[in-house]
DNA sequence: ACTTTGGCTGTTACCGCTAACATATCGCAT
DNA sequence: ATGCGATATGTTAGCGGTAACAGCCAAAGT
C-alpha cells in the first residue's frame, strides 16, 4: 500500500538526512544510473559533456558511493584481509608499511585484524573477515585452528602466510625459517667463545616463532655438545622493563653466563641497558644478542647484536603475490623464504 | 536463454569451487533460507531440532555468510572505522586497544586506516570508509580536508574525532588540551628554576597536536618573560636515534641550555640515554621532558618526566560514543575533555 | 540513399541476503 | 468442535549497485 503510493506520487520533500544513491545522482544530472556508475567508476565510454555534468551532480551532493551494492553485484571487493598478532611491538606495523607499499596502485585495500596470539580470536578475525568475501587474506603463522585451515583452504582467494616457513602453508607462505635463524645465531656465539649461554624471551604459548627460534638455538648448541645454563620466561609489560629486570635475575642466580640471547631486541635493549648500567664488560664479560633488528636500537649507546627479520620484504611479496604481480602459476601455492642477516653489533665480541 | 535453461533444469554438477550460498545451506537441511538466515543469526524463534540440523549442514558444508549481501539487505554494517595518522610510534596502537576492548561486546568491528599525517590521504582514507557504510568513524585530530569536514558531516553516522579538543568537532570529540599540556608542562619547568630552555620536535607541518602542545608552551614562557633559547627539528628515521643527535645538535649550539622540552618520549628517551652517557647531571644541570607517557620508558634508567596523553582511556570514550553507551541525547555533539597528569619522573629536579 | 560502424546511453536481470508479512501447526480453553 | 494465541516456517519484495546486452544516432563507407 504504502509502496504502490510512493511508485505514482515521488516523496515531495526527500528527507535531506537519507543517505544519497545513484539514483539521486542520475536524476540531478539527467542521466540513467547505469551512466553515473560508468562516469564514477570511469569505466566505459562516457562523453566529455556527460561526465562533467555527472561529477558535478555528484560532488554538489556530495554523493558517496555504496560499495556494499557494488561488491554484491559486482562479486568483486578491493579488500586484503590482514590477520596478525598484535600491534604494539614494531614488528607488525612495519610488515603492514610493505603491504601498503605494494597495494597502494593496485586498487586493493589492506583491512586489520589482530588476534592477540589467541587462536580462538584468530579463527573468529578470519570468519569475520572471509565473510566480506576479501579479494585475499595474508595472515600470520603457519599454526591455526583446524577450522581456520579450512576457511583458509576452502576460501577460494589467494591466502599467504606470512613470517614464517617452517611448516606447510595452505596457499602461499613468505617468510623466514625461525629454526635457522636460531641456529645461525647459536653458532655465531658459539664461534664467539661463549659458552654459558642462557635464554630470556616470552613465555606465551602461541608465540610459535619465538619457539621455533629456540628450537634451532638448542639445536645448534647440542651439536656444539652445549646446553643452556638457564633460561627466563615472561608476559605482558613493559618489554624494556622485562628485559632489565630478568637480566638481573639470571645474572643473581647463575653468575658463571657469559652469554644471554633473548627472544626480541626490546627485552634485549633492556639487558643492555641494564649490563651497561651495571659497568659490565659488554661484550668481553657477558654478550648479548636480540632477535628482529628494530629500529629503535640504533638509538642505543651499544648497537645490540640481532638478526633483521625481513619485515618489510615479507609485507611487499605477500601482498604481491595477492595483487597477482607475478609470473602467474594460477594455481598459487608459492613458498618463499627469504634470508635474515645477523648484524654482530658491538654486543658480540669478535 | 542461458538462464532459461537453468532455471529449470538445476546446474547438476554444482561447481565444488564456487562460494556457498545460504541457498546451499538451506537445500542440504531441507528447511527455507529464511530460516536458515535465522538460525545463523540467532534471530527469532526457530526450534531446536531445526536449528540443530541448520548448523550441522552449515558446518558441514563450510559455509561462511557473506554480510555483503546481508548489509544490503538489513541496511546495517557492524563496522567502525577508524582513521589514524600511524601505527609506528606507540601511541595509536595503545588507542586501537581502548577501542577494541569496547566494541569487542557490542558486535561492532574496528575497521583502521592509516594516513601517515597527508590530509589528502585522510581525505582518500575517509571516501574509502564511507563507501562501506560503516555504522560510526572514529578519526584522529580536528583538523580536515573541506571535502573530508563535509564528508563526516553529511555522513548521518556517529563521528568522534580524537586525541584533541583544541578546536571544533564535527559532531563528537574525545581528547585532551594539548595546548593546556604544553602550558602546564612549562609551568613546571619554570617553577622547578629552570629558565634557559629548548625545544626538540617532529617537523611534520601535519602533526597538529604536537604544534598545539608547543604554542601552549611558548604562551606559559612569554607569560613568565622567557623564550626558548633554542629548537631542533627532524623528521623520518629511528626516534631514539634522532633524540640523541638533536640533543647532542641543541647542547654543541647552545651550551647555555638547562631544559631541553621533547615533542615525545621516544627523542626524549633519545635525549636522557645521551645525557646519561655524557655523564650530564641530570636534573641537576639539565632538565628533560617529553610527551605521551609510553610503556618504554618504564626500563629507561632514569624516568622521564612525561605527561600520560590519555591513550587508552580516549580510545574507549570514543568506542562508547559510538557505541551508543550513554545517557542518549541523540543529537551527538558530545564533548569529552581528559586531563593528562604530569609525571615528574627523574628528570625535574624538586 | 542505405548500410555499417562505433561511440554513447538505456534496460533488464540479477548479486545473496533480510524485513515484513503471510501461512501453517499445535495445544488448549471454551 | 471451534476458535485462539503462540510458535514455527515460508513467501515476497526489495537493498543499491553492476554485467550484459540492446538501442540509438551521427559520421563514414559504398
Chains 1, 2 share one sequence.
Not at 63 to 88: D, M
Not at 93 to 102: K, L, N, Y
Not at 177 to 193: D, F, N, V
Not at 243 to 255: D, I, N, Q
Amino acid at each position: 500500500m504504502h509502496r504502490a503510493v510512493l511508485a505514482v506520487t515521488k516523496p515531495p520533500i526527500p528527507d535531506p538526512r537519507r543517505t544519497l544513491t545513484l539514483r539521486d545522482v542520475s536524476e540531478a544530472s539527467g542521466v540513467s544510473e547505469m551512466t553515473v556508475s560508468r562516469v564514477l567508476r570511469n569505466r566505459g565510454d562516457v562523453s566529455e559533456a556527460t561526465r562533467e555534468k555527472v561529477l558535478e551532480a555528484a560532488r554538489s551532493l556530495g554523493y558517496v558511493p555504496n560499495k556494499i551494492a557494488g561488491a554484491l553485484a559486482s562479486q568483486r571487493v578491493n579488500l586484503v584481509g590482514v590477520i596478525i598478532p598484535s600491534l604494539s611491538n614494531m614488528v607488525f606495523p612495519e610488515v603492514m608499511t610493505g603491504i601498503s607499499e605494494v597495494l597502494e596502485d593496485t586498487g586493493l585495500q589492506p583491512v586489520v585484524g589482530v588476534t592477540n596470539y589467541s587462536p580462538d580470536r584468530e579463527e573468529s578475525v578470519l570468519y569475520e573477515m572471509l565473510s566480506w568475501r576479501p579479494s585475499g587474506v595474508i595472515i600470520a603463522g603457519l599454526e591455526h585452528t583446524e577450522a581456520a585451515q579450512a576457511m583458509l583452504a576452502q576460501a577460494g582467494i589467494p591466502i599467504v602466510e606470512i613470517m614464517d616457513i617452517d611448516g606447510t602453508p595452505v596457499d602461499s607462505a613468505v617468510g623466514i625459517s625461525h629454526r635457522r635463524a636460531g641456529r645461525k645465531m647459536a653458532e655465531a656465539i658459539i664461534a664467539a667463545g661463549y659458552r654459558n649461554i642462557a635464554f630470556l624471551g616470552t613465555m606465551m604459548p602461541y608465540d610459535h616463532r619465538a619457539r621455533k627460534r629456540l628450537e634451532g638455538f638448542e639445536e645448534a648448541l647440542a651439536k656444539a655438545g652445549l646446553a643452556l645454563v638457564d633460561r627466563e620466561f615472561y608476559s605482558g609489560g613493559s618489554a624494556l622493563l622485562k628485559g632489565r629486570e630478568m637480566t638481573e635475575a639470571v645474572l643473581t642466580r647463575s653468575p658463571q653466563v657469559d652469554f644471554l640471547y633473548y627472544s626480541n631486541d626490546m627485552i634485549g635493549a633492556g639487558g643492555l641497558l641494564y649490563c651497561l648500567h651495571k659497568g659490565i664488560d659488554v661484550p668481553g664479560r657477558i654478550g648479548l644478542a636480540g632477535f628482529n633488528g628494530v629500529e629503535l636500537l640504533d638509538g642505543l649507546p651499544r648497537k645490540l647484536a640481532t638478526m633483521d627479520a625481513c619485515r618489510l620484504e615479507i609485507g611487499r611479496r605477500a601482498a604481491e603475490i595477492i595483487a597477482g604481480k607475478r609470473p602467474n602459476g594460477v594455481v598459487g601455492g608459492e613458498v618463499i623464504e627469504l634470508f635474515p642477516t645477523l648484524q654482530k653489533g658491538d654486543t658480540i665480541r669478535d
